[in-house]
C-alpha cells in the first residue's frame, strides 16, 4: 500500500497534524530526521490508523502515491531550506511540498518560485491553533498553485476544525505566499487581541480593584456575549488559577515580560512597507518589548504618577460595563487594521484574497476563534469590497454605542496612570479617520518649508511650493 500524504518534521505539531490524518482514515508515511522520533510516533499512536514509518528521505518518497503530498513540519527558516534540498532532487513534476511551518511569506513566495521551474507544486500553507489544534482540527490557510488545492483541499477539509456551521476552517488563500501572509496577520491580529485584553485586565484590577478571581468571573460573563471567544475563555481559566507553591493567584507569581516569536514583530515590518497603519497590532509588539526590559523599567520606577484612588464598590461594576465596551471597539479596530493589511497585501502581490473567507476560516480552530468573525463576514458578505470594517454599517452602529464608554475609560486609565497603549491607539486611530480634517496639512506647510518638498491644495489641481525664504509667493512646484 502507498500512503496518501507524508509528513515530515515529528515534533508537537507534526506528529499531531500525522495522526490526525490517520484518524481521518488516510494512510500517512511520517519521517523525521532523527529516527527514533518516527518509531516513537508509531510505537505509541500506530493504532489510531495507518502509519508508514520511513527511515530514510527515499523510503519517504516511495512510499507517497502519485501526485506526491509531503507536508514539511520543521522549524521555520533555514531547517525548511535544508528539508527542500533533500527532497526536491527525489520529486517528480506535479508532486507537492506543502510547508506547514510558520515561514516568512517571502520566503514562501522564493521558495514556490525556484520549486516551480522543477514542475513542483510548493504550498505556504499556514496552521493555527497549536499542538491541540494539530491534532483535533487546525484553521488552515494554504497558499500556493490552485491546482494543488484541487488534490490536497479535500484533505486539509476533512483534518481542519469546523465553525459552528459546520463548514471547514481550511480555504485556498491565494498564490504563492498568500497563506502565510494570512497566517502571519492572523498571529498578528492575536497579539492585539492578547495586549487588549490585557488592559481590560489591569484596568480592571488596578483602576476598579478587583482580584483576579473576581476578574475571572468578569470575564466569563463577557464571554456569553459579544465577546464570546477562545481567548477570552482562556483568560478566565488563567486568571482564576491558583499556584500550588504560594497559595497566591497564579498572575501574581509569573514573570511581568512577554516573550514573542516573531510573527507579531514581521506583521508591523511588513505592515510598514505597504503603508498600512497597523496602530493597534504594533502597540501590542511594543508592549511585550517594553515589557521586556527590566532594567530600563526599574530605572523608571521611581517617576512621578498620579495618586491611585481606586473606584467604590458601586462604582466599579458599572466601570467594568465601560470596559467592556472599550474592549469590544478596540478589537473591531485591529481587525480594521489586520484585514486592510490582508488587502493591502492581496492588491500588491496580486493574490486576490477573498477577505469574508478569511473570517470565515478563522471561525474556529485558530487562536483568534471567535464568535466576532462571523458578524465580519457577514459584513464582507454584504460587500466583498468594503473599503474598511469601520465602514460597515453594523460595525459603525456598534461603536457608536461604544464610543462614549471607550473615551471614559481611556481618560480613566490616563488619570490613573495605567498604561492602554492598545486602547488608546485603536481610538486615536478611529477618531484620525472621522476626522473632517487632519494636522497633515501643516506637516506639508513643514516640508514644504525645509524641504521644497510641495504640496497639494485643496481647491485647485497640481503641486505648489511657497518661496517661504523669498517674498512667499506661491509657485508651481
Ligand atoms: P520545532 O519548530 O521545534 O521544530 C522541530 C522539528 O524540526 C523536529 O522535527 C526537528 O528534527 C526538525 N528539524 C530541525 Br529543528 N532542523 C532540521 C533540519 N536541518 N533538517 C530536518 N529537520 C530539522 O517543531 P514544532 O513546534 O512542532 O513546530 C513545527 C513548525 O510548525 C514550526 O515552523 C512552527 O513555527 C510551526 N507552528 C508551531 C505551532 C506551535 O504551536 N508550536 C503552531 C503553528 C505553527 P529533529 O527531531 O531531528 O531535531
Known sequence: TSAQIGVTGLAVMGRNLARNFARNGY????????????????????????????????????????????VVM??????????????????????MIIDGGNAHFADTRRREHDLREQGIHFVG????????????????????????????????????????????????????GAGHFVKMVHNGIEYADMQLIGEAYQLLRDVAGYSPAQIADIFRTWNTGRLDSYLIEITAEVLSHVDAATGKPFVDVVVDQAEQ????????????????????????????????????????????????????????????????????????VSYTQGFHEIAAGSEEYDWN??????????????????????????AYDARADLPSLLSDET?????????????????????????TPGFSAALAYY????????????????????????????????????????DRSEVSG
Not at 482540527?137 to 484533505?155: C, T, V
Not at 511594543?286 to 520606577?301: D, I, N, P, Y
Not at 460595525?395 to 498604561?419: C, K, L, M, S
Request: charged share 25%.
Open 125 to 176: 500553507m499556514g496552521v493555527s491553533g497549536g499542538e491541540e489544534g494539530a491534532l483535533h482540527g487546525p484553521s488552515i490557510m494554504p497558499g500556493g498553485p490552485k491546482e494543488s488545492y484541487d488534490s490536497l483541499g479535500p484533505m486539509l477539509e476533512k483534518i481542519s476544525a469546523k465553525a459552528k456551521d459546520g463548514a471547514p476552517c481550511v480555504t485556498h488563500v491565494g498564490p504563492d
Open 27 to 70: 494512510t500517512v508515511a511520517v519521517h523525521n530526521r532523527t529516527a527514533s522520533r518516527t518509531r516513537d510516533l508509531v510505537a505509541e499512536f500506530g493504532g489510531e490508523g495507518d502509519f508508514i514509518a520511513a527511515e530514510t528521505a527515499k523510503d519517504f518518497v516511495a512510499a507517497l502515491e502519485r501526485p506526491r503530498r509531503l
Open 74 to 95: 520543521v522549524k521555520a527558516g533555514d531547517p525548511t531550506d535544508a528539508v527542500i534540498q533533500e527532497f526536491a532532487p527525489l520529486l517528480e513534476p506535479g508532486d
Open 353 to 378: 484574497v477573498d477577505l469574508g473567507a478569511i473570517s470565515s476560516i478563522w471561525r474556529g480552530g485558530c487562536i483568534i476563534r471567535a464568535a466576532f468573525l462571523d458578524r465580519i463576514r457577514a
Open 395 to 419: 460595525f459603525a452602529q456598534e461603536i457608536a454605542g461604544a464610543q462614549d464608554d471607550w473615551r471614559e475609560v481611556v481618560v480613566a486609565a490616563t488619570r490613573q496612570g495605567v498604561p
Open 431 to 470: 477618531d484620525a479617520l472621522r476626522a473632517e480634517r487632519l494636522p497633515a496639512a501643516l506637516t506639508q506647510g513643514q516640508r514644504d518649508f525645509f524641504g521644497a518638498h510641495t504640496y497639494r491644495r485643496v481647491d485647485r489641481d497640481g503641486s505648489f511650493h511657497t518661496l517661504w525664504g523669498g
Open 261 to 332: 516569536k516573531g510573527t507579531g514583530r514581521w506583521t508591523v515590518q511588513i505592515a510598514l512597507d505597504l503603508g498600512v497603519p497597523v496602530s493597534g497590532i504594533a502597540e501590542a509588539v511594543f508592549a511585550r518589548s517594553v515589557s521586556g526590559h527590566a532594567a530600563l523599567r526599574e530605572a523608571s520606577r521611581g517617576l512621578a504618577g498620579p495618586t491611585a484612588s481606586p473606584l467604590s464598590e458601586s462604582e466599579a461594576g458599572a466601570f467594568a460595563d465601560r470596559v467592556e465596551q472599550a474592549l469590544y471597539a478596540s478589537k473591531i
